[in-house]
């Protein structure tokens, strides 16, 4: 099992900037990706940012050049830097960690999400 907790969420006023944390515990593979996600009212959960555990990233066009993902792998950490925030960034953020094995299916696993609110 993995356990996985996100913190940082908050309210900030557009244009402004947030830093969201997760770290996870338990029995993370060595091949794995944590990532995070987003979940809007009435919308679906979508990816926003992913990260490999040899550092590759992969964007949602939405926010690309506004956030940025990374990770410490020592402590089983991932960031995402928020900048230049806008009322559409508001919803749920969940932290996924991924084990990815060389023969049996992944397994994914989730925080239990963090409220961020983009308003005046």
């Known amino acids: 099992q993995v356990q996985v907790v996100e913190s940082g969420g908050g309210l900030v006023q557009p244009g402004g900037s947030l830093r969201l944390s997760c770290a996870a515990s338990?029995?993370?593979?060595?091949?794995?990706?944590m990532a995070w996600y987003r979940q809007a009212p009435g919308k679906e959960r979508d990816l926003v940012a992913l990260?490999?555990?040899?550092?590759?990233?992969n964007y949602a066009d939405s926010v690309k050049g506004r956030f940025t993902i990374s990770r410490e792998n020592a402590k089983n950490t991932v960031y995402l830097q928020m900048n230049s925030l806008t009322p559409e960034d508001t919803a749920v953020y969940y932290c996924?960690?991924?084990?990815?094995?060389?023969?049996?299916?992944?397994?994914?696993?989730w925080g239990q999400g963090t409220q961020v609110t983009v308003s005046s």
């Open positions: 338990g029995s993370i593979f060595s091949r794995n990706s």
């Open positions: 996924n960690v991924r084990n990815i094995y060389y023969i049996r299916p992944p397994e994914d696993y």
């Open positions: 990260i490999s555990s040899v550092g590759s990233t």
